[in-house]
T-cell receptor, first 115, second 115 residues
Framework: DQQVKQNSPSLSVQEGRISILNCDYT??????FLWYKKYPAEGPTFLIS?????DKNEDGRFTVFLNKSAKHLSLHIVPSQPGDSAVYFCAARAVGGTSYGKLTFGQGTILTVHP | KAGVTQTPRYLIKTRGQQVTLSCSPI?????VSWYQQTPGQGLQFLFEYFSETQRNKGNFPGRFSGRQFSNSRSEMNVSTLELGDSALYLC??????????????FGEGSRLTVL
């Protein structure tokens, strides 16, 4: 039962253009959504998050949009840079307060930004 | 502030053996979680420890176990290794305070290969 899904295994964009990574979820109990970036041979690093009470959160070149009715979130990177090439994971935390350490991750999307 | 430290980084075992992986969280972080990453599966939650107690457990067989020490350091053990246990095992720590948004801080992982 994949509660968080990233249906695009890979995405290729040109430097300077927008990258849009998508994520769908099924569990209505998720209250926080996060994006992580992972380079080869490194652990995932936190990128940006959004609370379920918001529909948008922006941090520099990165913006996350949340559509609760559609159970869909997306990460926009503008402008994309070659250094953004990595695997991006969408993750979600269920409301309840006892599961601080438990996130449900999607399968990841490999982003390649071409110079 | 030092990050999450995992040892060993790489190891090779044969089927039927057992393995122990170690994790030192960020100083002051009392929650330690473990995840398994395999190609195409994203990160799968194994378990979370807080104050030496297991707080959450994922859907893995009993061969996977863990513990946490009084200094918050954690170990995970996999007994009777199977080929399918080959994966990157990631440890993450969290301050686990109220208002925490779910952000986890990951180590670089321990790459286990089972032959």
């Amino acid at each position: 039962d994949q509660q968080v899904k990233q249906n695009s295994p890979s995405l290729s964009v040109q430097e300077g253009r927008i990258s849009i990574l998508n994520c769908d979820y099924t569990n209505s109990m998720f209250d926080y959504f996060l994006w992580y970036k992972k380079y080869p041979a490194e652990g995932p690093t936190f990128l940006i998050s959004i609370s379920s009470i918001k529909d948008k959160n922006e941090d520099g070149r990165f913006t996350v949009f949340l559509n609760k009715s559609a159970k869909h979130l997306s990460l926009h990177i503008v402008p994309s840079q070659p250094g953004d090439s990595a695997v991006y994971f969408c993750a979600a935390r269920a409301v309840g307060g006892t599961s601080y350490g438990k996130l449900t991750f999607g399968q990841g999307t490999i982003l390649t930004v071409h110079p | 502030k030092a990050g999450v430290t995992q040892t060993p980084r790489y190891l090779i075992k044969t089927r039927g053996q057992q393995v122990t992986l170690s994790c030192s969280p960020i100083s002051g972080h009392r929650s330690v979680s473990w995840y398994q990453q395999t190609p195409g599966q994203g990160l799968q939650f194994l378990f979370e420890y807080f104050s030496e107690t297991q707080r959450n457990k994922g859907n893995f067989p009993g061969r996977f176990s863990g513990r946490q020490f009084s200094n918050s350091r954690s170990e995970m053990n996999v007994s009777t290794l199977e080929l399918g246990d080959s994966a990157l095992y990631l440890c993450a720590s969290s301050p686990r305070t109220s208002g925490n948004t779910g952000e986890l801080f990951f180590g670089e992982g321990s790459r286990l290969t089972v032959l």
